[in-house]
């Protein structure tokens, strides 16, 4: 069992900054950012691979948002920059179990796979 504890959400105007953090009882392979907004289904923002340097991104992020590790801490980060009324979402930190493709996670909004996710944090992008 992965315990996640998310951090960092708030409201900001559009334009701005936020930072999430997620501390993980441990990693798995594969780890990533999801969020969820009313009436929207869930969707892929950002996973990472634990070893190595491979990212990915939903077109909706890239370029704005950075995802990164400290595999020392066990702590995910999702830096978020330039942000938009529409990143306006529920945040999940999340990871898989399994040799699984951080790429095809992402796209599937975490659908068919069995994740452990964290309690959430909310990002409201406002003015």
Avoid: H
Avoid at 27 to 39: K, L, N, V
């Amino acid at each position: 069992q992965v315990r996640l504890v998310e951090s960092g959400g708030g409201s900001v105007q559009p334009g701005g900054s936020l930072r999430l953090s997620c501390a993980a009882s441990e990693f798995t392979r594969c780890m990533g950012w999801f969020r969820q907004a009313p009436g929207k289904e869930r969707e892929g923002v950002a996973t990472i691979y634990t070893r190595g340097t491979s990212t990915y991104y939903s077109d909706s992020v890239k370029g704005r948002f950075t995802i990164s590790r400290d595999n020392a801490k066990n702590t995910l980060d999702l830096q978020m920059n330039f942000l938009k009324p529409e990143d306006t979402a529920m945040y999940y930190c999340a990871a898989v179990p399994g040799r699984i493709s951080c790429g095809q996670w992402l796209l599937s909004g975490g659908r068919a796979y069995d994740n452990y996710w964290g309690q959430g944090t909310q990002v409201t992008i406002s003015s």
